[in-house]
């Protein structure tokens, strides 16, 4: 079993920056990849962003291009989300994936809930107009 921890969600004004994080522990993977996903009330859970451990190209949103970064920290299994110039409709649950990786994949898969084998239990991000 594989444990995702996410913090860093909270209360920020429109234009505002967070910063979030994810930690993974246990029965971990050498080679991974990690996602993270978002859900606004009374939404379906919605792809941000995808990045693995094999140093490929990292995957994002549309609504999230430009404004929001993924990287990783391999030697310490976490992730990180930099999500700048915030909107209020970035708010949200925002959960934390993690996947064995077993070869670059595209990013209509990358997007798929299904496709990811942990989650973690999400951390709220309030953007505030």
């Known amino acids: 079993q594989v444990q995702l921890v996410e913090s860093g969600g909270g209360l920020v004004q429109a234009g505002g920056s967070l910063r979030l994080s994810c930690a993974a522990s246990g029965r971990t993977f050498s080679r991974y990849a990690m996602g993270w996903f978002r859900q606004a009330p009374g939404k379906g859970r919605a792809f941000v962003s995808y990045?693995?451990?094999?140093?490929?190209?990292?995957y994002y949103a549309d609504s999230v291009t430009g404004r929001f970064t993924i990287s990783m920290d391999n030697a310490k299994n976490t992730v990180d989300l930099q999500m700048n110039s915030l909107k209020p409709e970035d708010t949200a649950v925002y959960y934390c994936?993690?996947?064995?990786?077993?070869?670059?994949?595209?990013?209509?898969?990358?997007?798929?809930?299904?496709?990811?084998?942990?989650w973690g239990q999400g951390t709220q991000v309030t953007v505030s107009s």
């Open positions: 994936a993690y996947k064995r990786f077993f070869g670059q994949i595209t990013s209509a898969q990358a997007m798929a809930v299904m496709n990811y084998d942990y």
């Open positions: 990045i693995s451990s094999s140093g490929g190209t990292p």
